[in-house]
């Protein structure tokens, strides 16, 4: 047996390690968190200075009982989970649920699993970190206490089912406002002046510095260029320079990621995990930008091979994050010499995203020349302005240039375009001047990678909740991350070439969203009610103040529970009195108007399914429902919005004399023929779409559905062999069973069919088939 026990918290991180450690240890994992809270209101003694009561999860049960075994047979037990307080904290549970003795009992720490950093680490143990299991703790027993308390209120009070916390309803609040920020802004239009110049047969663009605010100045400016002569009148060449950024932190490698690589914020920090149990990237929750000696002498080395001498400059940066703990590191490779790693697709272009970043932090500046110049109007007060860019050395961009959230102009003006040779007094060419209208923008949807910026802007949360918060709200339905197709919009365009103005009409795309996020109705009412009866809970200066306040029990400046007491004494109140309001007096519904027909009330509000529009009042037996529309919200659908609602469900035609009826439901729009439902194409409209294209849907489904389908039979029609995204499996009422890889799915019959749904381990399974204990 092992004289030494190492406990990681993964079972990858524990096979990378036990490769580097000798005969006398083992490795062993605990699988993540042990103990935790049990649901109920027992968990925490409030009256007791919010003492906590921890359990051991149900299905750590059977890994505690190895790890004790495990013990029994060890001289010296080494504790090492994450160095953060999650980390922290899971090593002072396990500690107490085994019942280790200080004597025989170490915490040790790395932030990479390397065999240097893992024997340094052996080398130099610590004991428990008592000031960051108590960071970890307040933060857990206060948001349940938040979690527990809101979300009945809101059962009570809007619907059922709903839940509420400390940060996720304050990102919530993020995306509600700035929907609707969007829903209120006001398009204003005014005209951009762009000329288009040739020299030499070298053709180059310009800009008037300033838009005209209407049509008419644009196109009398235009008019007077037909008479006009251009020439050079200035032209400034200057030096310029630019720095690589910092390397990644946890936040900063979600948003990088979301731009170039589209990940999702979970998907990161679950690749991130990879590359790190596996040995090749420090670890990736940090907040810290900083290198140490032998990283920065690492890089230098891999660069002076690479790319000489020039390009290495030495480079120490520091967090503006005041939690940020410089000890830590940021993310970077464990061996810069590997610009590479193996593994799948995803793990390989997350590492070289890293390396890349880290690299070209050490790397020197890129060396420019920006030329400006300005032409001069003959007949106008007026210049345009052409700018061009040189690189003259190209530095860090050799390896990466950081992408960045802005959302480009409609035709971006050529800011780097390289310019022709041009001298002060030279006569210029037009090719032709182009006025086109444009229009102001409302502030951009958050992406999932923009939120997490905007949240440790605010100082919200911190790099281990960025993730799960995003994936919070969008699991709960407050949020909803997709595309949505933009609208058409006319603009007018007007130009000047070869002596004469031509004036047109054309259409644009605008409002198109790819992958963002948007607010659903629940949100909106939910985060109106807690701004009204909660405002402090959702303030954002307030959560940023209470992570400031974790950071000073982690740094041992605070006592966890006078910093829990000094929250929860009037947060508990304010429960108290929001118990009382009414359920009636929550403005979960709006009256629209009344029908143009019948005089009834119309109000749009929600409804056990979702939001929707009812005509007529409560009491009125002939009341009539209809679903809003994606995209379509309680506070502002008009009058003929909700109209249109009720032209569905829609007869659209019949097809095997059998009537085809279009209609939205509680999963989208869809149509339904003969009992069988079909879900519309997204660019599909239930009020619009035709007989034809309705039967081709209803056509495909049946091929679909027939592809699927392999086997079936006569003893239980319940049952079914069917084709999956994985290939074929079981059905048998609402759970799916696998078939063992020596079986064809085809050639199967009844009997074994029923005992592979049989033996099946944890199945869930009920009925006649169930197993018998």
């Known amino acids: 047996m092992s004289k030494n026990l190492v406990i990681v918290e993964s079972p990858a991180k524990a096979k990378t390690i036990e490769g580097y450690l000798g005969k006398d240890f083992k490795v062993a994992s605990s699988y993540g968190h042990v103990r935790d809270l049990p649901k109920g209101d027992k968990a925490i003694d409030i009256k007791n200075r919010f003492k906590p009561t921890y359990e051991v999860t149900p299905d750590k049960k059977e890994v505690i009982k190895n790890l004790k075994n495990l013990v029994k047979d060890s001289e010296t037990v080494y504790l090492a989970s994450d160095d953060d307080r999650e980390g922290e904290a899971i090593s002072w549970h396990l500690k107490e649920v085994l019942n280790l003795k200080d004597e025989n009992t170490k915490r040790i720490v790395f932030r990479e699993i390397t065999k240097n950093a893992i024997t340094k680490a052996i080398q130099n143990p610590r004991g428990i970190d008592y000031d960051l299991v108590n960071a970890q703790q307040a933060r857990r027993i206060l948001d349940r206490l938040v979690g527990f308390e809101l979300s009945p209120i809101l059962w009570k009070k809007i619907k059922t089912g709903l839940s509420a916390g400390r940060v996720q309803s304050v990102a919530v609040r993020l995306i509600v406002e700035r929907e609707r920020e969007i829903e209120a802004h006001k398009a204003k239009s005014s005209f ?200 003259k050395f190209d530095g860090f961009l050799k390896v990466y240039l950081e992408s960045t959230d802005e959302e480009p102009e409609e035709e971006e003006s050529t800011n780097k375009s390289l310019l022709p040779p041009l001298k002060v007094g030279q006569k210029l060419d037009l090719l032709e001047m182009k006025g086109r209208e444009s229009f102001t923008r409302s502030a951009p949807r958050y992406t999932e990678a923009s939120l997490v910026k905007k949240l440790e802007e605010l100082g919200i949360g911190r790099p281990s909740t960025y993730a799960p ?99 929860y004494g009037k947060f508990h109140h304010r429960v108290e009195e929001t118990e009382q309001v009414s359920r009636q007096d929550v403005n979960t519904s709006r009256f629209i108007g009344n029908h143009p027909q019948s005089g009834k009330p119309m109000t749009a509000r929600l409804g056990r399914f979702g939001p929707l529009v009812q005509i007529g009042d409560n009491e009125d037996e002939e009341k009539q429902y209809a679903s809003l529309k994606k995209g379509q919200f309680i506070e502002n659908i008009s009058l003929d919005d909700a109209l249109e609602l009720f032209k569905l469900p829609r007869d659209v035609g019949m097809f095997e004399d059998k009537k085809i009826v279009a209609a939205i439901g509680r999963f989208g729009p869809y149509v339904r023929h003969d009992g069988s ?68 799915a085809e050639e199967l019959t009844y009997a074994e069919t029923i005992e592979i749904i049989e033996n099946q381990p944890d199945t869930k399974k009920k009925g006649r088939f169930s197993k018998k204990k």
């Open 469 to 567: 918060t995003i994936s919070t709200i969008q699991k709960r339905d407050y949020v909803l991350k997709e595309s949505r197709d933009g609208t058409p919009r006319e603009y007018q365009e007007m130009k000047i070439s070869k002596g004469k103005f031509k004036e047109e009409t054309k259409t644009e795309i605008t409002g198109a969203e790819k992958q963002k996020l948007f607010p659903t109705n629940i949100a909106m009412v939910v985060n109106d009610f807690l701004v009204e009866h909660f405002p402090n809970v959702i303030d954002f200066n307030f959560t940023a103040k209470v992570e400031k306040e974790f950071d000073d029990i982690a740094a041992g400046g605070q006592d966890w529970q006078d910093m829990i007491d000094s929250f």
């Open 677 to 744: 439902f079909v879900s519309l194409q997204k660019e599909q409209d239930p009020l619009s779409i035709t007989e034809e294209e309705a039967i081709q849907l209803i056509k495909d489904k049946r091929e679909a559905d027939a592809k699927k389908h392999i086997k079936s039979f006569d003893e239980n029609p319940e049952i079914q062999i069917l084709n999956g995204r994985w290939g074929p499996y079981i059905k048998f009422g609402k759970n799916n069973f696998k078939i063992p890889k020596d079986k064809e």
């Open 192 to 391: 951009r002046i762009t000329a288009q110049f040739e020299v030499e047969g070298k053709s180059f663009q310009a800009e008037l510095p300033r838009k005209f605010p209407t049509k008419e100045e644009a196109e009398e400016f235009l008019k007077a260029c037909l008479d006009a002569e251009f020439s050079i009148v200035n032209l400034e060449k200057k030096p310029a320079k630019k720095s690589p950024a910092p390397p990644f932190t946890t936040s900063t490698l979600q948003q990088e990621a979301s731009r170039k690589l589209y990940f999702s914020v979970a998907q990161t920090m679950s690749v991130a995990q990879k590359l790190y149990e596996a040995g090749k990237i420090t670890y990736m929750r940090t907040d810290s930008v900083n290198l140490s000696e032998d990283a920065m002498q690492s890089a230098k080395s891999a660069i002076e091979d690479s790319y000489g001498k020039p390009y290495h400059h030495s480079r120490k940066y520091t967090s503006k994050s005041e939690g940020a703990q410089e000890a830590h590191e940021a993310i970077r490779p464990t061996d810069f010499s590997k610009s590479s790693v193996s593994g799948d697709r995803n793990e390989q272009r997350l590492y070289e995203l890293i390396w890349k970043r880290a690299i070209a932090s050490q790397m020197s500046d890129a060396e420019l020349e920006k030329t400006t110049v300005n032409i001069g109007i003959s007949n106008s007060e007026l210049t345009l302005t052409a700018n061009g860019e040189i690189i």
